[in-house]
T-cell receptor, first 113, second 113 residues
Framework: GESVGLHLPTLSVQEGDNSIINCAYS??????FIWYKQESGKGPQFIID?????DKRQGQRVTVLLNKTVKHLSLQIAATQPGDSAVYFC????????????FGKGTSLLVTP | GAGVSQSPRYKVAKRGQDVALRCDPI?????LFWYQQALGQGPEFLTY????????KSGLPSDRFFAERPEGSVSTLKIQRTQQEDSAVYLC???????????FGPGTRLTVL
């Protein structure tokens, strides 16, 4: 089956620094990728997505980079703020299951003042 | 507008009891998904509805798990004869069509004693 994994389970950064969260995937046919943020006691919240015909997409303070050659994507958060502290998941929709999302284990981001 | 809501937010059950978890999706959303999230893990797909039709239930861990969406809006996930391994957060998500962005509810935390 599809394997979605993250390189680091935890990441601690200082407020104001940039954060980079990585994700590897195994299915080279995957064509759509999503990043979700999950705060404690809440459901996952959509952050940004990217399709396989792009290698970079920018949002507000966030950038997603996609490297299809090595099957890797990353989420970059600029000027990290305490409110960014959460668990971040990359997720891949599975078309043969109604586009149900296949999540990785997640990276816990802790922003220290 | 209102997001996805779930009730109850917390449920404690004794082993062997039956439980029913409710999901109210965003109005007009055709697709509805249930996920199970164990502590420290990413959400895992359980089942998927398109309107009232349950199109995929491949993720349900056993025949003790049953989901329904009889009128194509509210959905209920029922777990019979609960076991300790059923303890998890149960997340519901909805989307317009299945391939669109999924919006998650806050989840129901089930603890089986």
């Amino acid at each position: 089956g599809e394997s979605v994994g993250l390189h680091l389970p935890t990441l601690s950064v200082q407020e104001g620094d940039n954060s980079i969260i990585n994700c590897a995937y195994s299915n080279s046919a995957s064509d759509y990728f999503i990043w979700y943020k999950q705060e404690s006691g809440k459901g996952p919240q959509f952050i940004i997505d990217i399709r396989s015909n792009m290698d970079k997409r920018q949002g507000q303070r966030v950038t997603v980079l996609l490297n299809k050659t090595v099957k890797h994507l990353s989420l970059q958060i600029a000027a990290t703020q305490p409110g960014d502290s959460a668990v971040y998941f990359c997720a891949l929709p599975t078309p043969n299951s109604g586009y149900a999302l296949n999540f990785g284990k997640g990276t816990s981001l802790l922003v220290t003042p | 507008g209102a997001g996805v809501s779930q009730s109850p937010r917390y449920k404690v059950a004794k082993r062997g009891q039956d439980v029913a978890l409710r999901c109210d999706p965003i109005s007009g959303h055709v697709s509805l998904f249930w996920y199970q999230q164990a502590l420290g893990q990413g959400p895992e797909f359980l089942t998927y509805f398109q309107n009232e039709a349950q199109l995929d239930k491949s993720g349900l861990p056993s025949d003790r798990f049953f989901a329904e969406r009889p009128e194509g809006s509210v959905s209920t996930l029922k777990i019979q004869r609960t076991q300790q391994e059923d303890s998890a957060v149960y997340l519901c998500a909805s989307s317009l069509p299945a391939a669109d962005t999924q919006y998650f509810g806050p989840g129901t935390r089930l603890t089986v004693l």
